[in-house]
């Protein structure tokens, strides 16, 4: 969702050749394995993703650097037309940035994982547990005490619901030697839009960009397709002090019937923020590095008094959708010099 003060920017590659400079725009990816030897801002009315990356490509060259990474773009508190964008520089031979130290913290022999590192991993079984825990430190060690029966090397709590007194926990086990996830990329175009469709049409880095099947959301598991993948219960807990009991129930352990894992037959769709109108229609929201990688059909735009993030992406939506719209991204908002109202310019997408 789209703040009022701050948007930060996830860059990537654009689909099309923007600028004939010879700086290169960086994924988050690609910036975080290198060490940058400059910040740079850059100021001006840019009115498009496009206008500010060209800017500060040509201002990335200037400062004799080979790529670049957006960091954050700003709307200036003095002038609403006014874009003031931030950037960090590398050069071409850039030094690999400086692995930083982990600590994990371990229960029952097993470590638990932050997301950043479980998100990238495969896990081999999911734990779902239901009972009465106390303290996290309950919910810990009785996620651990399961991880570690069944070999775990590390474990990721990732889901807490509240069932009256009691709660429902979901909890990812990793090997060791985990293999890596097929991410979709950051900040993946729709694959159903036609801009995804027609990055599918042109391969290569084009492609590259769009969701994939057989790939999954950078930024959350799916508890359904793993609990599924294997054929998982949930175990129920009675926990009347810190140590923690089973019941008779125990793990579902992968089907061995011969059959293979479920196959996806569909990308699975990145985390976008949705909104829903009350007769159960819905569209989603494009963050800006998204966007930057699609052509809009239409601009639109509205002006009102609105308190909440949420009011201002609720509104877009809405007229999103009676714009015809499968996707929509809130590409500027402007401050009225006199009054509390704003004026919102929303890009609309097929």
């Known amino acids: 969702m789209t703040s009022l003060k701050k948007t930060i920017i996830a860059t990537t590659v654009a689909l099309v050749p923007f600028c004939s400079f010879a700086a290169q725009q960086l994924t988050e990816e690609q910036a975080n394995s290198m060490q940058s030897f400059k910040s740079i801002t850059i100021r001006g009315a840019f009115y498009t993703d496009s206008d500010y990356v060209m800017a500060m490509s040509k201002a990335a060259d200037n400062e004799g650097a080979a790529s670049f990474y957006i960091t954050t773009t700003n709307i200036s508190p003095s002038n609403d037309t006014l874009r003031i964008v931030y950037a960090k520089l590398y050069k071409s031979d850039a030094p ?123 930024s959350a598991f799916n508890e359904k397709y793993y609990a599924d993948k294997f054929n998982n219960k949930v175990i129920e807990k009675n926990t009347t002090t810190t140590s923690t009991t089973a019941t008779t129930a125990k793990v579902a352990t992968p089907s061995d019937n011969g059959t293979s894992n479920p196959v996806v037959t569909e990308p699975q769709r990145v985390n976008r923020y949705t909104v829903t109108l009350s007769d159960g229609r819905k569209i989603q929201e494009l963050n800006d590095a998204t966007a930057a990688k699609m052509v809009a059909f239409d601009t639109i735009k509205f002006r009102g008094y609105y308190v909440t993030d949420q009011e201002i992406s609720y509104q877009a939506g809405k007229r999103a959708i009676e714009g015809g719209a499968k996707y929509y991204h809130i590409a500027r908002i402007a401050h009225d010099s006199k009054g509390p109202n704003i004026t919102v310019f929303v890009d609309l997408y097929k």
């Open 96 to 218: 690999k940035a400086v692995e930083k130290t982990e600590t994990l913290r371990k229960f029952e022999g097993v470590y638990e994982y932050p997301k950043s590192k479980a998100i990238r991993l495969e896990p081999f079984n999911i734990v779902r547990i239901r009972g009465y825990f106390p303290t996290d430190y309950d919910i810990n060690q009785a996620i651990a005490k399961e991880a570690s029966a069944q070999g775990a090397y590390g474990f990721y709590i990732d889901s807490r619901s509240e069932l009256g007194s009691n709660l429902q926990i979901a909890a990812y086990l990793f090997k060791k030697d985990a293999p890596e996830r097929k991410l979709q990329p950051e900040n993946a175009i729709p694959y159903d839009s036609e801009a995804g469709q027609l990055a599918l049409a042109q391969g290569g880095e084009a492609a590259m960009q769009v969701e994939k099947p057989g790939y999954y959301s950078p």
